[in-house]
Every structure is written in structure tokens, then in C-alpha cells.
């Protein structure tokens, strides 16, 4: 682990509950402790190869939405600071330092909230075939990156690492939650995403779509995981935007063309990058925080 580089989070002497694909998941007495690596997944396959400071960047957005968001939605954050994490936490600062939150334990729910603005990758694909989003008739003759009439919830199910999510309906939410649940995360999803959706837009970033998670705490229900970042979201410079086919990006899409352009199953094991491929896409993600925040690392 070079100064700018974790790969892989070890902390000994705590509990580790999984190691996602880009989050390492402790338990800290009643608490849980997130590590953000600097690990990158594409087509839900994790690289060898990490993106230098993409944990530190996604965590300092995530930190940014949550404070900016904390009069619409209760989120889970306890504490970003190491120096008030309990012991043992500090003797990992060098792991921890602007990658880490301590944050409350709940109950996730078992479906990822997605709310999109503008018509993208599996939801144009479904729309080609069908005319539909996640069974949401959309208006006939919508060009890829369009703008939506209306943000829509278009939730999926929530994978496995290694495997894919799947979109599903509302009602299918609804078999799975209940109706009131189901209403009120959709609510949440679409206020949320409308709130970032226009404060980005100042900044020049078009949130095409993202994702959100929620989990049970108590009788209440609160926002977790991140939040509208360039892992969860599809961020797309205003001035260039063009509807009628890809956007340039902020996020993740440039390593997903990138890994198109080559001859991978999109199976493990993943294809070493190139430097100029890890190094542009962190320029990507920094480039991010930086119009969204006005601050670099």
C-alpha cells in the first residue's frame, strides 16, 4: 500500500463482515465502520488494477451529499474522523484518514432505489425493445440520453458481488416490502435524486440517473451506503451534452468503453489497465468533486 493506494483494507484486531466490491465492512461495537478502497469494478467484475484516491474522492462526495441533504433524509453517518472512532480504530489512521465512516448499523433493504432523469444504458435498452423502463411506458420516439418528461423508479434487485442486478417493477417492490414502504422509498428516491439532479446542474453536471440504498433503523427509515457519486450515478458534463447517443462522463463509463473496445468476456479474470486508463479515469472522478464541491483531495 503506497501512501495514495489501498487495495485492501486489514484491520486485525476488528470483525470484518464482507468486502464488497469497492467498500470494506466492519462491526465496531454496535456501530459499522466503512472503508472506501480504491478498488474499481466494472460489469460487476472488480479490477486487479486500482484507481489512486478513488475511495478518499467517493468518500468526500458522499460526505458532501449527505450533510447537503440531511433536511430532506436521515442518513447513517456517525463520524468521518478516525481521532473519534473507538479503539482499536486509531492505530489504522493511515487506512482510515478521508476513506472511512462510522456509521449506524441497520437493516438494509433488499432492493437498490434507482431514480433516472434521462434515458441510458439498460433503461435505453429496454425502451429499444420494449417502450418501457422497468414496465414505466415511457413517450414513443425518446433518443438515447434524452431527457425524461419526469424523473422515474426504476428499482433492481440487489446482486451479489460476481453477479448482476436485475430491473424490476413497482409491484414486484411492493411483493417484496409492502405498499407503504415501497411508496415511501420511492418518494425519498425521487426527492433526493431531484435535489442533486438541480444542484449539480449549477455546478455543470447532469445526474443522468443514480442509485440510492435505505435500511430499517427502528421504526424509521434512513439513507445509507453513498450517495449520488460517480460509482452510483451517471454524471455528464452540461457542456457537452448532445442527446442522440453516449455522453461524455465523469464516472465510471470511460473504463466501461474502454473494456468494450477490447477483447474481454466481461468474466473474471479482469484485464490489467493501462497507466493512461488509470490514470484519466481518476482525472475523471476528481474532476467530479471538484465541480460538485469546489474542493480537490
Given at each position: 500500500?503506497?501512501?495514495?493506494?489501498?487495495?485492501?483494507?486489514?484491520?486485525?484486531e476488528?470483525?470484518?463482515?464482507?468486502?464488497?466490491?469497492?467498500?470494506?465492512?466492519?462491526?465496531?461495537?454496535?456501530?459499522?465502520?466503512i472503508?472506501?478502497?480504491d478498488?474499481?469494478?466494472a460489469?460487476?467484475?472488480?479490477?486487479?488494477?486500482?484507481?489512486?484516491?478513488?475511495?478518499?474522492?467517493?468518500?468526500r462526495?458522499?460526505?458532501?451529499?449527505?450533510?447537503?441533504l440531511?433536511?430532506?433524509?436521515?442518513?447513517?453517518i456517525?463520524?468521518?474522523?478516525?481521532?473519534?472512532?473507538?479503539d482499536?480504530?486509531?492505530?489504522?489512521?493511515?487506512?482510515?484518514?478521508?476513506?472511512?465512516?462510522?456509521?449506524?448499523?441497520?437493516?438494509?433493504?433488499?432492493?437498490?432505489?434507482?431514480?433516472r432523469g434521462?434515458?441510458?444504458?439498460?433503461?435505453?435498452?429496454?425502451?429499444?425493445?420494449?417502450?418501457?423502463?422497468?414496465?414505466?411506458?415511457?413517450?414513443?420516439?425518446l433518443?438515447?440520453?434524452?431527457?425524461?418528461?419526469?424523473?422515474?423508479?426504476?428499482?433492481?434487485?440487489?446482486?451479489?458481488?460476481?453477479t448482476?442486478?436485475?430491473?424490476?417493477?413497482?409491484?414486484?417492490?411492493?411483493?417484496?416490502l409492502?405498499?407503504?414502504?415501497?411508496?415511501?422509498?420511492?418518494?425519498?428516491?425521487?426527492?433526493?435524486?431531484?435535489?442533486?439532479?438541480?444542484?449539480?446542474?449549477?455546478?455543470?453536471?447532469?445526474?443522468?440517473?443514480?442509485?440510492f440504498?435505505?435500511?430499517?433503523?427502528?421504526?424509521?427509515?434512513?439513507?445509507?451506503?453513498?450517495?449520488?457519486?460517480?460509482?452510483?450515478?451517471?454524471?455528464?458534463?452540461?457542456?457537452?451534452?448532445a442527446?442522440?447517443?453516449?455522453?461524455?462522463?465523469?464516472?465510471?463509463?470511460?473504463?466501461?468503453?474502454?473494456?468494450?473496445?477490447?477483447?474481454w468476456?466481461?468474466?473474471?479474470?479482469?484485464?490489467?489497465?493501462?497507466?493512461?486508463?488509470?490514470?484519466?479515469?481518476?482525472?475523471?472522478?476528481?474532476?467530479?468533486?471538484?465541480?460538485?464541491?469546489?474542493?480537490?483531495?
Amino acid at each position: 500500500m503506497s501512501d495514495r493506494v489501498l487495495l485492501r483494507s486489514e484491520f486485525p484486531e476488528l470483525s470484518l463482515l464482507k468486502r464488497g466490491k469497492v467498500r470494506d465492512v466492519y462491526q465496531v461495537e454496535d456501530m459499522l465502520l466503512i472503508v472506501a478502497t480504491d478498488r474499481m469494478s466494472a460489469f460487476d467484475v472488480v479490477m486487479d488494477d486500482p484507481i489512486p484516491d478513488k475511495g478518499r474522492i467517493l468518500t468526500r462526495i458522499s460526505t458532501f451529499w449527505f450533510e447537503k441533504l440531511s433536511g430532506l433524509v436521515e442518513n447513517h453517518i456517525i463520524s468521518t474522523d478516525p481521532a473519534e472512532y473507538p479503539d482499536p480504530c486509531g492505530k489504522y489512521w493511515d487506512q482510515l484518514e478521508g476513506r472511512s465512516m462510522l456509521v449506524k448499523k441497520t437493516d438494509p433493504l433488499p432492493v437498490e432505489c434507482i431514480a433516472r432523469g434521462y434515458i441510458s444504458g439498460s433503461g435505453w435498452k429496454e425502451y429499444r425493445g420494449k417502450g418501457t423502463v422497468c414496465d414505466i411506458p415511457l413517450p414513443p420516439g425518446l433518443v438515447e440520453s434524452e431527457k425524461l418528461p419526469e424523473p422515474i423508479f426504476t428499482p433492481s434487485t440487489k446482486a451479489e458481488s460476481g453477479t448482476h442486478d436485475e430491473n424490476i417493477s413497482f409491484e414486484k417492490v411492493v411483493d417484496i416490502l409492502g405498499g407503504p414502504l415501497s411508496e415511501t422509498i420511492r418518494e425519498l428516491s425521487l426527492k433526493i435524486y431531484e435535489f442533486g439532479r438541480d444542484f449539480a446542474a449549477e455546478k455543470g453536471i447532469i445526474i443522468a440517473d443514480t442509485k440510492f440504498e435505505f435500511g430499517r433503523l427502528g421504526d424509521g427509515i434512513i439513507l445509507i451506503d453513498e450517495v449520488l457519486t460517480p460509482d452510483s450515478s451517471r454524471f455528464w458534463p452540461m457542456e457537452s451534452y448532445a442527446p442522440g447517443g453516449p455522453q461524455k462522463s465523469f464516472d465510471k463509463q470511460f473504463l466501461r468503453d474502454y473494456l468494450e473496445g477490447i477483447d474481454w468476456p466481461k468474466t473474471p479474470p479482469p484485464p490489467r489497465l493501462p497507466r493512461e486508463i488509470v490514470d484519466k479515469t481518476r482525472e475523471k472522478y476528481l474532476e467530479a468533486l471538484v465541480k460538485l464541491t469546489g474542493k480537490g483531495l
